[in-house]
């Protein structure tokens, strides 16, 4: 369970974030990767070299270091979440010509390969992503990614019967299953929804009037499930007065986050644990700086890449 989305300022800067909802025990950490950086694929020996810089929230265990969301030197900027129900991955016997990369490496690969969202398609043409199990959760997670960049480019990756896709992302928010062109369909149940008051009606000469303000956001969903996140999310940043500038701008996007955020005890898991926001992050596409916050410490933290 996350919610991502962009937000762009009225200086022209991007910022691109998302919360981290999970219900098994990870401790994310900052990691700068510089270019030409040689790592190992978690699918073979095989080296793989970065093109670029980047800064990253990750987590390394049992020797396998994998990135949850980050932006790199030319301004792109990727996260992953979860796609319970949908993913379908490719086997490693399949497309044997394509390189082959690990789903839970997939997100390093962009960061260190990709300049703009505009790259995507040639970088992806010649790749084939297999799942394979994460160390946190002992499973082949079932995944899909968001990415944007400092162009205001955003687009959708998601491994599906069909394939890989690449879907442009006109809205820039993203959540959980179903699929991205659901959620996008499942905005036209909320188009009544309103930041203007309700007014009076009459219903069989019986004056109905509005309990106070707010009387057009009520068909708003209010629980914690994927489509009421991103129709919430959807909603907030579509009415959101443009902000003049990056704090205005970064103080509007955890605003927003905090109508998803989800607290401890409201979700409970199959497996008895909670399933709650971990962290909230937004990057600043431009100067390549984080903004973030944890659970236990709602003071928001920076941190650059250069």
Not at 179 to 198: C, E, K, V
Request: proline content about 6%; charged content about 20%.
């Amino acid at each position: 369970m996350c919610t991502a989305m962009t937000l762009r300022s009225g200086s022209n800067e991007l910022f691109f974030g998302r919360t981290m909802d999970f219900s098994h025990d990870i401790i994310p950490q900052l990691y700068i990767i510089p270019s030409s950086y040689v790592w190992y694929g978690s699918l073979s020996n095989n080296q793989i070299r970065d093109s670029y810089r980047f800064i990253g929230l990750g987590q390394e265990l049992d020797g396998l270091l994998g990135f949850f969301d980050g932006v790199n030197e030319k301004g792109f900027a990727a996260a992953v979440l979860y796609f319970a129900g949908y993913a379908q991955y490719d086997t490693k016997t399949a497309h044997r010509a394509a390189e082959q990369i690990a789903s839970i490496d997939f997100l390093h690969y962009m960061l260190g390969r990709c300049a703009s969202v505009k790259e995507l398609p040639s970088l992806l043409k010649d790749i084939t992503v297999v799942g394979i199990p994460d160390p946190v959760t002992r499973t082949i997670a079932p995944l899909h990614w968001i990415v944007a960049d400092k162009s205001g480019a955003c687009a959708v990756i998601e491994p599906t019967a069909k394939g890989l896709e690449l879907i442009n992302n006109p809205i820039g928010v993203m959540a959980n299953s179903p699929d991205f062109p659901w959620h996008m369909t499942n905005l036209r149940n909320y188009i009544g929804a309103s930041p203007t008051q309700t007014e009076e009606v009459s219903w069989d000469n019986v004056p109905l009037t509005p309990f106070g303000q707010a009387g057009g956001t009520f068909p708003l969903p209010g629980g914690f499930t994927s489509p009421e996140r991103f129709v919430r999310t959807a909603y907030l940043k579509a009415h959101l007065p443009e902000p003049k500038d990056s704090d205005e701008a970064i103080t509007a996007c955890f605003h927003i986050m905090e109508s998803v955020s989800i607290p401890k005890g409201a979700v409970i898991t199959s497996r008895n644990t909670y399933d709650y926001t971990k962290y909230t992050a937004f990057i600043n596409t431009d100067t390549c700086e984080y903004f973030y916050k944890t659970y236990d410490d709602i003071n928001v933290r920076t941190a650059s890449l250069w």
